[in-house]
């Protein structure tokens, strides 16, 4: 019996967390849009969408960069990422997804910008552990 090969794996390294984050926020979202009222959904729902999209492709853009070009792609995904909580957060004033979703995306999207920040400094002094010890 021939053997099958394993199937082709496409995850990257434990340190690029930063991409497995955006990415679970992405799939939050995914699982709130059909609680959307119709309207709502194709227009706030999918520029929220189409902003995860575009943090999660310039993250990836910025994990494979050259040294000297990260900390620029980084503070892009910082500013990226501040657009997009913003509108999350336009939706959930204009009371277009409940407060358990706001709950729920709204912490995935700091913890995405602790990180992001940790990221940038971390670039910016590559010598300094973040731990005082």
């Known amino acids: 019996m021939a053997k099958i090969p394993p199937p082709l794996s496409l995850s990257l390294s434990i340190r690029a967390s930063i991409l ?8 939050i ?15 706030i729902g ?5 902003k995860f999209l575009d943090l999660l492709e310039l993250a990836y853009v910025a ?6 070009e990260k ?12 657009k ?15 407060n358990r979703h706001f709950e ?9 910008g ?3 920040w940790g990221w940038k400094e971390k670039m910016k002094n590559p010598g300094k552990k973040n731990r005082d010890l």
Request: charged letters at 30%.
């Open 46 to 50: 999918a520029r929220i969408e189409n």
């Open 104 to 112: 729920e995306i709204a912490a995935k999207l700091d913890e995405m």
């Open 84 to 98: 997009l909580k913003f509108l999350v957060s336009v939706a959930w004033e204009g009371k277009l997804i409940s």
């Open 63 to 68: 994990y494979f960069s050259k040294k000297e």
């Open 114 to 116: 602790r990180m992001s």
């Open 20 to 27: 497995q984050r955006i990415k679970e926020g992405y799939l």
């Open 71 to 82: 900390v620029e792609k980084i503070a892009e995904c910082i500013f990226l990422l501040d």
């Open 29 to 43: 979202w995914l699982s709130i849009v059909p609680h959307m009222q119709k309207g709502a959904r194709y227009t």
